[in-house]
C-alpha cells in the first residue's frame, strides 16, 4: 500500500489504479456461468486477509469495487436472490457475507445464512480429485426463493460451486449464475 493519507485502508488512488474489476466469465462442469472480476493472482495478498480482523475492510472495499458495481448495472425482468457459499461467522465475521451483502440491488436481494458447508476441510492446494472425494456436504436452510444467484471469494477448479450448484437444485432452486471476486485459473 502506498502509505499515503487515507481514510479507508487502501486510499482512492490506489483503488482506481488497482482496483479496476474485469469481467472474466467460464462454466462450471453443470454449463452453469461463473463471472469473475479479478485474476486471483492480482489481488492474492488482499484475499489472505480473510482470516484476520483487516480482512473485514479488505473484502469490503473489493465488493465495493467489483460486485456492487456489476449488481448497481444489472438489469433482469425479475428479482434474482443471491446466496453466500458458506457464510457463517468464522471469527468475527463471514467474508462471503460481505460480497453477498453488496449485491444488495434493484433486481438482486441477498439471503443470509442459507448454504453451509459441514465439512470445511481445506481445498488450498488441493488437487481436483481430492477435492471431489472430501465434498463440502453443504446444508441448506429452508427458503421460499427460487431464482438464484451462488457467491464465494475465489474459483479455482469450480468443485465448490459445482457442490453448492448441485446441493440447491436438488431443493429445486434455479441457479443463473455465480458470482466469485477472483479467478484462480487466469493467467
Ligand atoms: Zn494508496
Do not use: W
Amino acid at each position: 500500500m502506498c502509505e499515503s493519507f487515507s481514510l479507508t485502508h487502501i486510499c482512492f488512488t490506489c483503488q482506481k489504479l488497482y482496483l479496476q474489476p474485469k469481467l472474466f466469465t467460464r462454466k462450471l462442469s453443470n454449463n452453469i456461468e461463473v463471472i469473475s472480476f479479478y485474476r486471483y493472482k492480482e489481488i492474492k495478498e488482499l484475499l489472505h486477509t480473510k482470516h484476520t480482523d483487516l480482512g473485514f475492510y479488505i473484502y469490503k472495499i473489493l465488493a465495493n469495487n467489483s460486485m456492487k458495481l456489476f449488481a448497481k448495472n444489472f438489469n433482469f425482468e425479475n428479482t434474482l436472490y443471491s446466496v453466500a457459499v458458506d457464510d457463517a461467522p468464522k471469527g468475527n465475521y463471514a467474508h462471503t457475507a460481505i460480497l453477498n451483502n453488496s449485491l444488495r440491488s434493484k433486481h438482486i436481494k441477498p439471503l443470509h445464512a442459507k448454504l453451509r458447508a459441514s465439512n470445511t476441510i481445506s481445498y488450498s492446494g488441493k488437487s481436483k480429485l481430492f477435492r471431489e472425494q472430501n465434498s463440502r456436504e453443504f446444508q441448506v436452510k429452508n427458503f421460499v426463493q427460487k431464482d438464484i444467484i451462488i457467491v464465494d471469494d475465489i474459483i479455482t477448479t469450480g468443485s465448490t460451486l459445482t457442490q453448492a450448484c448441485q446441493t440447491l437444485q436438488a431443493r429445486n432452486k434455479t441457479i443463473l449464475f455465480c458470482l466469485t471476486l477472483a479467478d484462480a485459473s487466469r493467467k
